[in-house]
């Protein structure tokens, strides 16, 4: 996915990392990290395919970036759904939920957060 954010959002000139950016990172980036992970089950036992919960969360030191960004990554989320993914196109994306769009001001990194709580299933 990440090679759907660069290319959706160019802003984050590849300032994207998973679980927590570096002190040296500059602003805007993005965060992501796993929540849960769950593996489908039929009546003929599990198969291939998951659903993955992710957070998102895009830090800006202006609001309105924030904003801004939050509001092109759930555009590009929204895109996923049907469609194959990543750099070589071998990931099929079946569906996708947003679980919850939140915001809050991270007073100690003195940014601003705009969080993205979504599920996808492949």
């Known amino acids: 996915m990440r090679y759907e954010i660069l290319k959706a959002i160019p802003e ?40 993955l919960s992710f957070m998102f969360s895009i830090m800006a030191t202006k609001y309105g970036d924030m904003v801004n960004l939050r509001d092109k990554v759930e555009k590009m989320l929204l895109s996923l759904p049907q469609n194959k993914i990543g750099s070589d196109n071998s990931i099929f994306v079946e569906d996708l939920s947003i679980n919850n769009i939140d915001e809050i001001w991270e007073r100690q990194l003195n940014v601003n957060r705009g969080i993205i709580d979504f599920t996808i299933y492949y």
């Open 12 to 51: 984050l000139n590849n300032q994207i990392y998973p679980t927590n950016a570096p002190e040296e990172a500059t602003k805007p980036y993005l965060v992501y990290s796993r929540i849960s992970t769950k593996k489908i089950k039929t009546l003929e036992g599990y198969t291939d395919k998951q659903g």
